[in-house]
T-cell receptor, first 116, second 112 residues
Framework: AQSVTQLGSHVSVSEGALVLLRCNYS??????LFWYVQYPNQGLQLLLK??????LVKGINGFEAEFKKSETSFHLTKPSAHMSDAAEYFC??????????????FGQGTILTVHP | EPEVTQTPSHQVTQMGQEVILRCVPI?????FYWYRQILGQKVEFLVS????????KSEIFDDQFSVERPDGSNFTLKIRSTKLEDSAMYFC??????????FGEGSRLTVL
């Protein structure tokens, strides 16, 4: 069984400030980890993913995340927030094996607000 | 850039009515999924579909739900007799390898 907890349903930052969105997961098997972003009235867009290999992964729009197995975390960061980053962000986990690759378990989402 | 398209974007229906939500996955993808998000809750997995059959389904996906790929391009989700609690945003997704999912913009279903 797998689960995801995103700490903070709302995060507010100033433009140019560091963005940190927290995600902790629980998985009984090696996980694949994902961050998705949802802009208003749009679908879920993949920001980045960790499958195997390097634990620091870079995604689109300057975002990156680090897989820390010892902390069961996959926090999302961006050094400098832009107004266009305002959206809802979802962390998700899937099992790294079998036919369940595409069966994602999502966190509850974090709404990021960016102030001028 | 190829994308997953869903129709309708919003459907309002009466309780007990049948609803069909349609999805056109990305053309070379082999794996297809439906997820849903009830307002204020997490996005939940409903069902995965591969090689013309369901490969996995959640507890939510009971006998009221069915999926079909009728013509090699569309992927549909049917709810036979809608309930109030079926009101949600339904997301279709497709994947070439099941390792990276591409989601559509969703179909909002409102059951009155």
């Amino acid at each position: 069984a797998q689960s995801v907890t995103q700490l903070g349903s709302h995060v507010s930052v100033s433009e140019g400030a560091l963005v940190l969105l927290r995600c902790n997961y629980s998985s009984s098997v090696p996980p694949y980890l994902f961050w998705y972003v949802q802009y208003p009235n749009q679908g879920l867009q993949l920001l980045l993913k960790y499958t195997t290999g390097a634990t620091l992964v870079k995604g689109i729009n300057g975002f990156e995340a680090e897989f820390k197995k010892s902390e069961t975390s996959f926090h999302l960061t961006k050094p400098s927030a832009h107004m266009s980053d305002a959206a809802e962000y979802f962390c998700a986990v899937s099992a790294a094996g079998g036919t369940s690759y595409g069966k994602l378990t999502f966190g509850q989402g974090t709404i990021l607000t960016v102030h001028p | 850039e190829p994308e997953v398209t869903q129709t309708p974007s919003h459907q309002v229906t009466q309780m007990g009515q049948e609803v069909i939500l349609r999805c056109v996955p990305i053309s070379n993808h082999l794996y297809f999924y439906w997820y849903r998000q009830i307002l204020g809750q997490k996005v939940e997995f409903l069902v995965s579909f591969y090689n013309n059959e369901i490969s996995e389904k959640s507890e939510i996906f009971d006998d009221q739900f069915s999926v079909e790929r009728p013509d090699g391009s569309n992927f549909t989700l049917k709810i036979r007799s809608t309930k109030l609690e079926d009101s949600a945003m339904y997301f279709c997704a497709s994947s070439e390898s099941a390792r990276e999912l591409f989601f559509g913009e969703g179909s909002r279903l409102t059951v009155l």
